[in-house]
């Protein structure tokens, strides 16, 4: 009869196996950290490489507004204003954006054109029932870039949330903004914000405030929307014309 001997767990070749898996544990950690490092890195150079270069170009806020303005930081003393609504759930104002935003800006940094931004939150509205979505979260994002003056960032986060809405709607939580707008080159102070949601009241207040705005104006509320002393500047299809009527 042959007894097999049971191999004690403590003994050199059982520490040997021990090790063996603990190399193994790590070579996997250094790996699968390699694996995060280089995507993260790759996609900080995307995002670089696709940031929209913004000079001359200024952003102010003052809390309690229902509205942000952009406008050339020098040279636009002679800019022609109007009041841009729109909503960051809205597809229309989607292809609005994509669509015009490279002339506005264009117009603005050359001190031809301010844009008091008046954002809506009306698809956060489900059967007349608001509840805070992803178009008040995006809106609060952007009022923490706004309040500290943050013009690239808010542009090019605003920019990125327009052209890729179908891919970002209702995926992103106060974290996801937040790094959005660190990669943008947002301020620790701004990303902190829009980590604790610092403006989020002041997001539903001021879509409140727009929506108001525009029943008591006209009547009837919608996005997009492009107003001048309460009126409406270009209406129909020739919204997309309102850099050129706007600076006309």
């Not at 102010?60 to 040279?75: I, K, M, Q, R």
């Not at 986060?157 to 970002?168: C, G, I, T, Y």
């Not at 620790?188 to 929506?211: P, S, Y």
Request: some cysteine; proline content about 2%.
């Amino acid at each position: 009869m042959t007894t097999r001997k049971v191999q004690n767990p403590n003994d050199k070749g059982g520490a040997a196996f021990i090790w063996a898996l603990v190399a193994v544990v790590a070579i996997a950690a250094l790996v699968i950290g390699l694996i995060v490092f280089n995507g993260r890195s790759q996609r900080s150079q995307a995002i670089a490489e696709q940031m929209v270069p913004v000079e001359n170009l200024e952003v102010s806020y003052t809390e309690g507004d229902p509205y942000f303005t952009l406008s050339a930081a020098e040279g636009g003393e002679g800019a022609k204003s109007v009041d841009l609504f729109e909503d960051f759930s809205c597809s229309y104002c989607a292809d609005l954006a994509t669509t015009t935003d490279g002339d506005a800006l264009e117009k603005i940094q050359a001190g031809e054109l301010e844009v008091n931004v008046r954002p809506m939150t009306i698809l956060d509205s489900q059967g007349g029932q608001y509840s805070p979505g992803h178009s008040t979260h995006a809106l609060a994002a952007e009022l923490a870039l706004a309040a500290n003056g943050e013009a690239e960032a808010l542009w090019n986060l605003r920019a990125m949330l327009f052209e890729n809405q179908q891919s970002v709607f209702n995926k992103l939580d106060k974290d996801d903004f937040a790094d959005r707008a660190k990669e943008f080159g947002a301020s620790d102070e701004a990303v902190q914000a829009i980590r604790d949601g610092a403006f989020e009241e002041q997001a539903t207040a001021m879509g409140e405030a727009n929506l108001n705005y525009q029943n008591e104006k006209t009547g009837t509320a919608y996005t997009p929307r492009v107003m001048r002393d309460d009126k409406d500047l270009v209406e129909g299809q020739e919204i997309t014309n309102w850099v050129d009527a706007a600076t006309a």
